[in-house]
């Protein structure tokens, strides 16, 4: 049996030989002579994919770059690198040309550069599945004797497909503040794209509208909204991308004020001749007395003082008499006959002031003029 120490370096052995003869003469123990052996540690190389990921995902025409490292790469004179691929009968086979078909995806061109570096480039035509790779690395150990030691990175998959549409990660959210002269309040929009850079353009439309008409702030992931009016409006964004356009969830902003409603009735009556005999007719301001005659019409109505009123409405309500009579409501006025007397009037406004909740503020203002306050002399 061969004799020694087995370990890294240099070992010496030889070897007992025991033969047994006719007798014990013929009989006996043979050692052979010592030989010297070298034993030397030679490291298989370390490969590593430097994606680390074993299945990536590309657009279509867009390159993907595998790049494989040696992490002792430095205990070998020279490397040599060699790429496959998994053809459908589960082997690795070597690419060998720079453009290539394959039986998975028949259809489809892939191409190929840096066939035999530690760095593959890789495109295909069109979207398809499934293409997977590796590298096998060659360290040749430069020593006694030259050795070859081979060893495989991982395999990683590729999957290549059109571009898709953007994918919304945040839609704009309601929002409602009160107005100030130099606030502003911020919506924001954001989403994901393979491949292509993304557009964004806001939209707007008041509330009840069916219309929406462009904000114009820039193609920006955020919309800055004034606070110093009162609103109510709801806002949008539409994200674009190479392949097509997806538009958010709509956002109400409501910018609510609690200004008090200010529209007055300021009293006064004041009187337009419509018709009649072409007579002059005269108002006499200081006096309160109307001049006319006998089929003359008129239309009365009032000042008001609309204020900060959005919406406003006046006009004559009865009963509106002279000397006791009922008299026709509608703030218009025939002279039936000769009168002199008393005109008594009563005023309405109704006024309305948009807070930018939706609900509106209202009032309504009744004035009756004093019965002295206009005389009528027909």
């Given at each position: 049996?061969?004799?020694?120490?087995?370990?890294?370096?240099?070992?010496?052995?030889?070897?007992?030989?025991?033969?047994?003869?006719?007798?014990?003469?013929?009989?006996?123990?043979?050692?052979?002579?010592?030989?010297?052996?070298?034993?030397?540690?030679?490291?298989?190389?370390?490969?590593?994919?430097?994606?680390?990921?074993?299945?990536?995902?590309?657009?279509?025409?867009?390159?993907?770059?595998?790049?494989?490292?040696?992490?002792?790469?430095?205990?070998?004179?020279?490397?040599?690198?060699?790429?496959?691929?998994?053809?459908?009968?589960?082997?690795?086979?070597?690419?060998?040309?720079?453009?290539?078909?394959?039986?998975?995806?028949?259809?489809?061109?892939?191409?190929?550069?840096?066939?035999?570096?530690?760095?593959?480039?890789?495109?295909?035509?069109?979207?398809?599945?499934?293409?997977?790779?590796?590298?096998?690395?060659?360290?040749?150990?430069?020593?006694?004797?030259?050795?070859?030691?081979?060893?495989?990175?991982?395999?990683?998959?590729?999957?290549?497909?059109?571009?898709?549409?953007?994918?919304?990660?945040?839609?704009?959210?309601?929002?409602?503040?009160?107005?100030?002269?130099?606030?502003?309040?911020?919506?924001?929009?954001?989403?994901?794209?393979?491949?292509?850079?993304?557009?964004?353009?806001?939209?707007?439309?008041?509330?009840?509208?069916?219309?929406?008409?462009?904000v114009y702030q820039g193609n920006a992931t955020t919309l800055s909204i004034s606070t110093s009016t009162a609103l109510r409006r709801?806002?949008?964004?539409?994200?674009?991308?190479?392949?097509?356009?997806?538009?958010?969830?709509?956002?109400?902003?409501?910018?609510?004020?609690?200004?008090?409603?200010?529209?007055?009735?300021?009293?006064?009556?004041?009187?337009?001749?419509?018709?009649?005999?072409?007579?002059?007719?005269?108002?006499?301001?200081?006096?309160?007395?109307?001049?006319?005659?006998?089929?003359?019409?008129?239309?009365?109505?009032?000042?008001?003082?609309?204020?900060?009123?959005?919406?406003?409405?006046?006009?004559?309500?009865?009963?509106?008499?002279?000397?006791?009579?009922?008299?026709?409501?509608?703030?218009?006025?025939?002279?039936?006959?000769?009168?002199?007397?008393?005109?008594?009037?009563?005023?309405?406004?109704?006024?309305?002031?948009?807070?930018?909740?939706?609900?509106?503020?209202?009032?309504?203002?009744?004035?009756?003029?004093?019965?002295?306050?206009?005389?009528?002399?027909?």
């Amino acid at each position: 049996m061969p004799t020694g120490e087995n370990h890294l370096g240099t070992s010496r052995y030889s070897c007992d030989v025991e033969f047994i003869g006719y007798n014990e003469l013929s009989s006996g123990k043979y050692r052979s002579s010592v030989i010297e052996v070298t034993v030397n540690d030679y490291e298989l190389p370390v490969v590593k994919m430097d994606n680390e990921k074993s299945e990536i995902t590309s657009i279509v025409g867009d390159e993907v770059i595998l790049t494989v490292s040696v992490e002792n790469e430095a205990y070998y004179g020279n490397m040599s690198y060699q790429w496959y691929y998994l053809n459908e009968n589960q082997e690795y086979q070597v690419i060998t040309q720079t453009s290539q078909k394959f039986s998975f995806a028949p259809d489809i061109t892939f191409t190929f550069d840096g066939i035999l570096t530690n760095q593959r480039h890789v495109k295909a035509d069109g979207e398809c599945n499934g293409l997977t790779l590796r590298c096998r690395v060659i360290g040749l150990k430069v020593g006694d004797r030259n050795t070859v030691l081979p060893s495989n990175s991982d395999s990683v998959t590729l999957n290549f497909i059109q571009e898709p549409s953007p994918e919304i990660t945040e839609n704009p959210s309601p929002i409602m503040a009160q107005r100030s002269a130099n606030g502003s309040v911020t919506l924001s929009a954001k989403a994901m794209t393979y491949k292509s850079a993304l557009s964004y353009q806001w939209e707007a439309r008041d509330e009840g509208e069916n219309e929406w008409w462009d904000v114009y702030q820039g193609n920006a992931t955020t919309l800055s909204i004034s606070t110093s009016t009162a609103l109510r409006r709801s806002f949008r964004c539409k994200i674009t991308n190479d392949a097509c356009t997806v538009t958010t969830d709509e956002a109400l902003v409501v910018i609510t004020d609690d200004t008090v409603l200010n529209a007055t009735l300021d009293g006064g009556l004041s009187v337009e001749f419509v018709s009649g005999n072409e007579k002059e007719y005269l108002l006499m301001e200081n006096r309160h007395t109307l001049y006319c005659e006998v089929g003359d019409v008129f239309n009365f109505s009032f000042a008001t003082t609309n204020g900060n009123a959005t919406t406003i409405e006046k006009k004559l309500i009865a009963p509106w008499k002279i000397r006791g009579y009922d008299m026709s409501p509608d703030g218009s006025w025939r002279v039936e006959f000769n009168i002199v007397g008393t005109f008594e009037y009563y005023g309405y406004i109704y006024a309305e002031y948009d807070n930018g909740v939706g609900s509106l503020q209202s009032v309504e203002y009744t004035h009756k003029n004093k019965p002295e306050l206009l005389k009528l002399n027909c």
